[in-house]
């Protein structure tokens, strides 16, 4: 079994994944964001525009997850 430690940090690796996307230059409208879920297997993505991302994350506790998708962290 992953330990709750992992699992947090495995959301914050995908999370710095996700906006590290914020800050590629592009000209397309719709991004693929990494799930921040806890399962350390998943290479799922979420497609979001930037306001919609901007908009789960202004939350700090909100998560970009894909439906199902567990959460480890809550704060």
Do not use: W
Request: some cysteine.
């Amino acid at each position: 079994m992953i330990s709750q430690e992992r699992l947090s940090k495995n959301e914050v690796l995908f999370h710095a994944l996700s906006e590290n996307i914020l800050r590629a230059p592009t000209d397309v409208d719709v991004f693929e964001f990494a799930c921040e879920c806890a399962d350390e297997q998943c290479l799922g993505t979420v497609q979001l525009t930037l306001t919609e991302y901007e908009r789960v994350r202004n939350t700090p506790s909100h998560l970009v997850l894909l439906p199902g998708h567990p959460a480890a962290i809550f704060h």
